[in-house]
C-alpha cells in the first residue's frame, strides 16, 4: 500500500487502540507514584505540628513526585499529539511503544527510591537512568512512525521527525545527569530545566539534522 511518505507497508492499523492502551498505563503509572508516597500514621498526625513535622521530613517525596508526574504528562501529551498525525500504524510502530511504555511503568518504583534517598547517588542516578531512556524510547517511536506508518494529511516525516529533537534533547540531558549523580547526588536539580532543554535543544538537535541532510543531498 502506497502511503503519503512514500514509504510501503504491509498492513496498517488505525492508531487509536494504541493510543488508548498508552493512555491506561500512563494514567496507571501516575496513579502509582501518589500510592507511593508515606502516609502519616498514628502520632504522625495527632496535632497540626506533628503532621507538620511529618508533611516536611516528606518534602522529598512530594519533589520527586511532582517530577516525574510532569514527565509522564509530557510523554502523554505528545503521544496523544502524534495519534492525531497517524492515520495508520504498521507493527514496528506498535512494537516500538513496548520500552517506552516498559519505562513508564518502571518510573513509580525508582520515584519512590528517589523521594527516600534524595541524597543517595544510586538513587538519583537509577530515576535518571529511567528517564532518560523513556524519553529516548519516545522519541524512536516518532522516527518509527515517521518512515513507517501512514501520516495524516498535511504532516511530513520531516515534521514528525522534528518533534523528536525535544525528547532525545531531554534524554541526554537525564543519560548526563545518570553519570554526574556519582560526582553529586544534587545534579537532580538540573531536571527543573527540562522544558527549556526540551524546547532549545530540540531546535539545536533539528539543525544539526538538517545540516547533515543537506550534506548528504
Known amino acids: 500500500m ?13 492508531p487509536h487502540r494504541i493510543g488508548a492502551f498508552v493512555d491506561a498505563v500512563l494514567a496507571i503509572a501516575i496513579t502509582l507514584l501518589v500510592i507511593e508516597l508515606e502516609r502519616p500514621k498514628g502520632e504522625d498526625a495527632a496535632d ?25 504528562w509530557s510523554v502523554w501529551r505528545r503521544h496523544h499529539v502524534l495519534i ?37 547517588s544510586l538513587a538519583v542516578c537509577l530515576f535518571a537512568g529511567v528517564a532518560a531512556a523513556l524519553f529516548a524510547s519516545e522519541a524512536v517511536v516518532k522516527e518509527i512512525a515517521s518512515r513507517r506508518s501512514v501520516l ?20 541526554t540531558v537525564f543519560a548526563v545527569t545518570a553519570v554526574l549523580a556519582w560526582l553529586t547526588p544534587y545534579v537532580w ?26 550534506g548528504d543531498d
Not at 502506497?2 to 510501503?8: G, H, K, Q, S
Not at 497540626?48 to 509522564?72: C, D, I, M, N
Not at 530545566?193 to 539543525?207: E, K, Q, S
Open 2 to 14: 502506497e502511503t503519503r511518505n512514500d514509504t510501503v507497508i504491509a498492513d496498517g492499523w488505525p
Open 152 to 171: 495524516a494529511e498535511r504532516v511530513s516525516p520531516a515534521a514528525l521527525r522534528s518533534n523528536a529533537g525535544g525528547s532525545y534533547a531531554v534524554a
Open 189 to 214: 536539580v538540573v531536571w527543573l530545566f527540562a522544558p527549556l532543554v526540551a524546547t532549545f535543544g530540540g531546535r539545536l538537535i533539528n539543525r544539526v539534522r538538517a545540516v547533515r541532510q543537506e
Open 48 to 72: 497540626a505540628r506533628a503532621l507538620a513535622e511529618f508533611l516536611w521530613h516528606e518534602r522529598s517525596s512530594f519533589v520527586a513526585l511532582v517530577l516525574a508526574f510532569f514527565l509522564l
Open 84 to 120: 492525531y498525525q497517524v492515520e495508520l500504524v504498521d507493527r514496528y510502530t506498535l512494537a516500538a511503544h513496548a520500552p517506552m511504555l516498559l519505562f513508564a511503568a518502571v518510573l513509580p518504583f525508582v520515584t519512590a527510591l528517589f523521594g527516600n534517598a534524595f541524597g543517595n
